[in-house]
C-alpha cells in the first residue's frame, strides 16, 4: 500500500490516466467571484493547499480534463475507521454580503457517502450547509444559498472567513470520489438585503434555530420570485453595509443586541425601510408605527388563519394570504404613523382584533413570522413590500421569473423541460393539452414582459409553471399495488379544512394509509387512561374522533403516531414539573435537564408502553408507530438512573461520571450498547404486548436513515429490530432534494433490511422545490421494488402536492 508521501507525489499523468472517463467540467456560471479554479501545478500543490485532516484520509489531488483544471478528492473509507473525509483550505474572504456559494461535482459510487458538508471557519466558529450531488457520474451544479447555513459554532462573523471545508461522512465501507470544479461566490448589488440574527449565548440556541429556519423560509421564497438578496448576519451589520441598501427585511428579530438596533434605527432615521417580521425592538417598532406589541396565542386551533387585506392596500398581492399562525403579536398601529394593512381572520372567515400587517412611510411590520404557507402569496407579499420603496425589483422578478420557466422540473430551461415532459412514461392527450397550454402563457408572459408590465409577465409566468408542472404529473404511470402513506403531526389536522375534507383529498390523490401524530410522550391526543390530554388541544376537542371517522369513510387506514419520551409543547406543564420532581427526565454530560423522559427508567417504560397498546386497542385504529425512538444525541442521558443501571451491568461503580464512560474507549462500547439496549427494549415490550391483545394492528417505526451511525449517535439501532421480527413495516426519513442521495440510501436500507420486513423510505416534501421532485422519488421506490413510501407531511403548505401527485404517479 502507498504511503501519504508516496500519494501525494504521484505524477500528474496518473491523475489524469485515472480520470479518463470523466469529462470536462463546465464552465463557471456568469456573475461568480471564483474562489478556487484548482489550477494547480500538480497534485502535491493541490495536497498542500487542500489539506487533509487525518492521515488516514487520501491527500486531495489535482487532475487535467480535457485542458480544464479539478479537485479529486478520494473518500478513502475502505480500509478505514474515518467518520468523514475533510480536506481544508485556508484563505481570506469577507462574505459579508454574500448570497451563496456554488461548485460542481462529479461523483463516483455514492452509495458509500451518507452526506456532505461544506463548511465555511471564521475564528475560532463554523458555519455549515449540507449538500448532495443531484446525480452520479455526471456534472452537477451545487448551489448553497447563504440562509441555509446554519451556526455550527459561533464564530467571528462572515465578515471574517479564513478557511473552507469539504466534508464528505461515510456510509459504508467503501471508496468514493469527488471531482469539484468551479467554486464560486455570488454576490449582488441588491436594493434591498435580508438580516440574521445570529446569537453567541449558547442558552439562545432556540432562537438562533427560529432565525435560521424563518430568515431561510423569507430568502427561498424571493428566490423563488427571481429575487436574490444577500443575507447578512448580524455581527456583520456595518453603517457601511447599510448606506448601500434601501430596504432591509429582518424574519425573526428576537433578542437584537442594542448595537444591532442602533444602527438599523439610524438608518431609518436616514431614509431606509424595514420589513419587520414578529419581533421589532422597541425604537424600530416606533419607526414602523406600532405600539404595545403583547404576544397573543391562539385561543382556539385556526384563529389566525389568513391574513385578510384591506381595500385598497397593496393591490397586487392576492385579497387573502393563508397562514396558519399559532400567536401573533398583538399591536396597535400608531396615529398617523402606521396603518393596517391586513387583519387576521379565523379560519371560520371571522375577523380579528389582530392587525396581521401594518405599514407605514418607514417599511412594513408583520405580526407573525412569514411562514411557507401558500407560498405563492407570500411571493407576492415579500415582491411587493420591498417594491413599494424599489419599484425595480418588479421586473428584476419577472424577468427571473420567466427565464427560469420550467427549472422547477430539473431541467436547464423552458425547452428541455418540455422535451422532458413529452419523454415521461405516460404522455397522452391530457398531458399534451397542459404543455400547450404551457406554451401559450409563456408566449404571453414573453410578450407582456416586453410591453413593461411586470407584475402581469409575472403571474402568466407563475401560471405557465403550474401548467407544465401539471403536464409532468399527468405525463406519469401509476403502479398498484403499493403501500402509500403520509404523516400528519397535528391531530387537529389541518386548520380551516374539516378532516372530512383532508381524507377525501388524500384518497383522491392514491394515499390509502395516514400516520396520525396522536401521541406524544407524556399526552395524548384524545381521552386516554394513560396519559394526560394533550394541552394544545381545546376542552372537548373531537379532532381525533373525526379523523377515525374520516378516514373509515374514505377507506384510509389510521395509524397513531407516536413521538415517544418527548413532552415539549404537548404535556401539561404540571405533568413535567411532577415528571422533573421524580427525575424522570433526561439529564445531559454538563447536567442540564431536558423536558424529554428517560428511557432507562422503568416508569417511563410502562408509560410509553402503555399508551401505545391503549392506542392499538382503539376500534378504527390499524397501526401504531414509533417516532422519536432514541436519545436526542450523544450527549444525553446521563441521569442518576442511568448511572445505576450501567454500574449494576458493569459490576462496579465509575468515580468520574459521565467523562469516563462518554470518553474513555474503555467504557465507551459498552455504554453504547447500554444506550441501544434501553431504546430496544421499550420496542420489544411494546410488540409482544400489541401482538398479544390486537394482533392485526401493524407496527411501524420512522426511524434515522444513516445506520449504523445512528446506533452511535443516539442509540437507535432498528437493525436490530428488523431481526428480531419486532416490527412490520420500518419508514427510513431520506428528506432529502437529491435524487442519487435519496436512491443511495434506500438501496443501502433494503441491504439493511434485507427482505425480512417492508421498507417504505420516507420522502421529505420539505426538502422539495417542486412536486416533480417528490415523482421523481416515488419512482426511485418503484424501481428499487420497495413496494411503498410514506410522505411528508400534511402542513398547509404541501397540500397543493398531494393533488398533482394524484394526476399520474398516485392515480387511481
Not at 212 to 226: C, I
Amino acid at each position: 500500500m502507498l504511503s501519504r508521501t508516496a500519494l501525494i507525489s504521484l505524477p500528474l499523468l496518473l491523475c489524469v490516466a485515472a480520470c479518463a472517463d470523466v469529462p470536462a467540467p463546465p464552465s463557471p456560471p456568469p456573475g461568480v467571484t471564483i474562489v478556487d479554479d484548482f489550477s494547480y501545478p500538480d497534485s502535491q500543490a493541490a495536497a498542500e493547499a487542500w489539506r487533509a485532516m487525518s492521515d488516514q484520509m487520501a491527500p486531495a489531488e489535482v487532475v487535467d480534463l480535457e485542458g480544464r483544471s479539478a479537485l479529486k478528492l478520494t473518500c478513502n473509507f475502505a480500509g478505514t475507521t474515518i467518520p468523514r473525509g475533510a480536506w481544508d483550505k485556508e484563505l481570506s474572504l469577507d462574505l459579508s454580503v454574500a448570497s451563496a456559494f456554488s461548485f460542481d461535482v462529479y461523483a463516483g459510487n455514492l452509495q458509500a457517502v451518507s452526506n456532505a458538508h461544506l463548511y465555511i471557519r471564521s475564528g475560532p466558529g463554523w458555519y455549515g450547509c449540507e449538500w448532495y450531488p443531484q446525480a452520479e457520474g455526471r456534472w452537477c451544479h451545487v448551489r448553497l444559498r447563504k440562509s441555509h447555513f446554519h451556526v455550527d459554532r459561533p464564530g467571528a462573523g462572515w465578515a471574517r472567513i479564513d478557511a473552507i471545508r469539504f466534508s464528505p461522512w461515510a456510509l459504508k465501507r467503501e471508496d468514493a470520489t469527488l471531482y469539484i470544479a468551479n467554486l464560486a461566490v455570488e454576490s449582488s448589488a441588491a436594493p434591498a438585503l435580508i438580516l440574521r440574527q445570529e446569537y453567541t449565548d449558547p442558552a439562545k440556541s432556540g432562537d438562533q434555530a427560529n432565525a435560521n429556519r424563518f430568515t431561510q423560509t423569507v430568502a427561498d421564497l424571493l428566490e423563488d420570485s427571481g429575487i436574490s438578496l444577500p443575507v447578512v448576519n448580524s455581527p456583520d451589520l456595518t453603517a457601511e453595509i447599510l448606506a448601500a441598501a434601501e430596504v432591509v427585511l429582518m424574519p425573526y428579530a428576537s433578542g437584537m443586541e442594542p448595537e444591532t438596533v442602533q444602527l438599523l434605527a439610524d438608518f431609518i432615521d436616514g431614509g431606509g425601510k424595514i420589513i419587520a417580521c414578529f419581533s421589532a425592538p422597541g425604537p424600530i417598532a416606533e419607526r414602523l408605527g406600532i405600539a404595545t406589541p403583547t404576544w397573543r396565542g391562539a385561543a382556539f386551533p385556526g384563529e389566525f388563519s389568513a391574513m385578510h387585506l384591506v381595500e385598497g392596500e397593496l393591490p397586487e398581492v392576492p385579497r387573502v394570504l393563508g397562514q396558519s399562525s399559532w400567536g401573533v403579536l398583538q399591536v396597535e398601529p400608531v396615529a398617523d404613523v402606521g396603518r393596517v394593512a391586513a387583519w387576521w381572520h379565523s379560519k371560520d372567515g371571522e375577523r380579528t382584533d389582530a392587525p396581521a400587517i401594518v405599514i407605514s412611510e418607514s417599511g412594513a411590520y408583520v405580526s407573525h413570522v412569514i411562514l411557507d404557507d401558500d407560498p405563492a402569496g407570500k411571493r407576492a407579499l415579500l415582491k411587493e413590500l420591498i417594491a413599494r420603496h424599489c419599484p425595480q425589483v418588479r421586473g428584476q422578478a419577472a424577468e427571473a421569473r420567466v427565464a427560469a420557466l420550467g427549472t422547477g422540473l430539473g431541467a436547464v430551461d423552458w425547452e428541455a423541460a418540455s422535451k422532458l415532459v413529452r419523454a415521461q412514461p405516460a404522455y397522452s392527450d391530457r398531458a399534451a393539452a397542459a404543455l400547450g397550454k404551457a406554451h401559450d402563457l409563456r408566449t404571453e408572459a414573453l410578450a407582456v414582459l416586453e410591453a413593461g408590465r411586470h407584475n402581469e409577465a409575472f403571474g402568466l409566468a407563475e401560471q405557465a409553471d403550474h401548467q407544465i408542472l401539471r403536464a409532468f404529473c399527468l405525463a406519469q404511470r401509476s403502479l398498484w399495488p403499493e403501500f402509500r402513506a403520509t404523516w400528519c403531526h397535528p391531530v387537529q389536522g389541518i386548520a380551516g379544512q374539516s378532516w372530512d375534507e383532508t381524507a377525501a383529498l388524500l384518497k383522491q390523490s392514491g394515499i390509502d394509509h395516514l400516520l396520525l401524530n396522536a401521541l406524544h410522550g407524556a399526552s395524548a391526543g384524545y381521552e386516554s387512561e394513560v396519559l394526560p390530554t394533550d394541552a394544545t388541544l381545546p376542552a372537548g376537542s373531537n379532532a381525533f374522533a373525526r379523523c377515525i371517522a374520516a378516514c373509515r369513510k374514505h377507506d384510509i387506514k389510521l395509524h397513531v403516531w407516536m413521538t415517544n419520551y418527548q413532552t415539549h409543547g404537548h404535556a401539561p406543564a404540571q405533568f413535567v414539573e411532577q415528571l422533573r420532581a421524580e427525575g424522570r427526565l433526561q439529564v445531559d454530560v454538563n447536567g442540564e435537564t431536558s423536558e424529554q423522559l428517560c428511557p432507562s427508567d422503568d416508569r417511563n417504560v410502562a408509560l410509553q408502553r402503555d399508551a401505545m397498546v391503549e392506542a392499538a386497542l382503539i376500534e378504527g385504529v390499524a397501526g401504531v408507530h414509533f417516532d422519536y425512538i432514541r436519545y436526542p444525541d450523544e450527549r444525553t442521558c446521563t441521569c442518576p438512573t442511568c448511572r445505576a443501571k450501567f454500574e449494576a451491568r458493569i459490576g462496579r461503580e465509575i468515580g468520574d461520571w459521565p467523562g469516563e464512560v462518554t470518553q474513555e474507549a474503555a467504557l465507551r462500547e459498552q455504554w453504547l450498547q447500554f444506550r441501544c439496549d434501553q431504546i430496544t427494549r421499550l420496542v420489544r415490550e411494546v410488540s409482544r404486548e400489541v401482538r398479544r391483545v390486537a394482533p392485526n394492528c401493524l407496527i411501524s417505526a420512522a426511524v434515522f436513515s444513516n445506520y449504523p451511525q445512528c446506533r452511535t449517535g443516539v442509540g437507535q439501532d432498528w437493525k436490530l429490530w428488523i431481526d428480531e421480527g419486532l416490527l412490520d413495516f420500518v419508514c427510513p426519513m431520506n428528506y432529502t432534494g437529491s435524487d442519487a442521495e435519496f436512491a443511495s440510501r434506500v438501496r443501502s436500507q433494503l441491504e439493511i433490511v434485507a427482505g425480512k420486513v417492508p421498507c417504505y423510505p420516507g420522502i421529505g416534501l420539505l426538502e422539495h422545490r417542486s412536486p416533480a421532485d417528490a415523482v421523481r422519488q416515488i419512482e426511485i421506490t418503484r424501481r428499487l421494488n420497495t413496494g411503498g413510501f410514506v410522505i411528508w407531511s400534511v402542513y398547509p403548505q404541501y397540500m397543493a402536492t398531494y393533488p398533482l401527485l394524484g394526476l399520474g404517479v398516485t392515480a387511481r
